[in-house]
C-alpha cells in the first residue's frame, strides 16, 4: 500500500497563476483533508471531505476549492494564487471521526 | 475558542534522557493525538488516545480528561527522536473539528 500520496512536492508559481494540488489514497478511508502549515501556526484546516461526494470549509477555506473526485482522490485547487498562499500543504486521510490521520508527505508552494 | 497549548516550544536532551512533552486544551474533547513531524517534513500518526496511557516501543502517551492535559514522554532518548511533535484534539462531533497545537522541536543529542 502506497498509503497517502500527494502531488507535486514543490511547485513556485508567479501571483495569479492557478494550479491543482491532487491527493490520492488506496486505504479506503472516508475522510479526507487538506491542510496549510505555516511557520510558527499549528496545522490550519483548509477543506475537508467526511465522505464521497461531500466537502465542508475548514478554517481558512478562502482561495481554495476541491474536488472530491471518488473515495480515492481528493483534490485542492488555487485559482489565482497569491503571496498569502505560500505555505506548506499536506493532504491527510482516516476512515472515521476518532481514529489515526494517515498524512501525505506534502507540498511546498512558493507564490511570487 | 479551543486552543492548544504545547510546553516547551523547544527542547534540547542528551541521548539516553527521559522527555516529556505536555499539551494543555481549553475545552471538552473526543479524543487526542500526537503527531511526528520528522526534519523532512513527513508528518506520521504516534497516538490517538482518548483516555489513559497507550506505549508503543520508548513512547508513551497519557491523557487526563478531568485535567484537559496530555504528555507525551520518551525513554532512553536518542538523535533519531529529533523531530517537532505536535499534539491535535479532536472535539464537538464534525469531522472538521480538529485543533493542532504549534509544536514542540526536540533535539536530541549524541
Known amino acids: 500500500n502506497a498509503g497517502v500520496t500527494q502531488t507535486p512536492k514543490f511547485q513556485v508559481l508567479k501571483t495569479g497563476q492557478s494550479m491543482t494540488l491532487q491527493c490520492a489514497q488506496d486505504m479506503n478511508h472516508n475522510s479526507m483533508y487538506w491542510y496549510r502549515q505555516d511557520p510558527g501556526m499549528g496545522l490550519r484546516l483548509i477543506y475537508y471531505?467526511?465522505?464521497?461526494?461531500?466537502?465542508d470549509k475548514g478554517e481558512v477555506p478562502n482561495g481554495y476549492n476541491v474536488s472530491r473526485l471518488n473515495k480515492r482522490e481528493f483534490s485542492l485547487r488555487l485559482e489565482s494564487a497569491a503571496p498569502s498562499q505560500t505555505s506548506v500543504y499536506f493532504c491527510?486521510?482516516?476512515?472515521?471521526?476518532?481514529?489515526?490521520?494517515?498524512f501525505g508527505s506534502g507540498t511546498q508552494l512558493s507564490v511570487l | 475558542k479551543n486552543e492548544v497549548e504545547q510546553s516547551p516550544q523547544n527542547l534540547t536532551a542528551q541521548e539516553g534522557e527521559f522527555i516529556t512533552i505536555n499539551c494543555s486544551y481549553s475545552v471538552g474533547i473526543s479524543a487526542l493525538h500526537w503527531l511526528q513531524q520528522h526534519p523532512g517534513g513527513g508528518i506520521v500518526s504516534l497516538f490517538m488516545?482518548?483516555?489513559g496511557k497507550k506505549k508503543h516501543g520508548r513512547l508513551i502517551a497519557t491523557i487526563n480528561i478531568q485535567e484537559k492535559h496530555s504528555s507525551l514522554h520518551i525513554t532512553a532518548s536518542h538523535p533519531r527522536d529529533s523531530a517537532v511533535y505536535i499534539c491535535a484534539v479532536v472535539y464537538g462531533g464534525s469531522q472538521g473539528n480538529l485543533i493542532f497545537g504549534k509544536g514542540t522541536k526536540l533535539s536530541v543529542k549524541p
Open positions: 488516545l482518548s483516555s
Open positions: 491527510a486521510s482516516k476512515i472515521l471521526t476518532v481514529e489515526k490521520l494517515f
Open positions: 471531505s467526511a465522505s464521497e461526494g461531500t466537502t
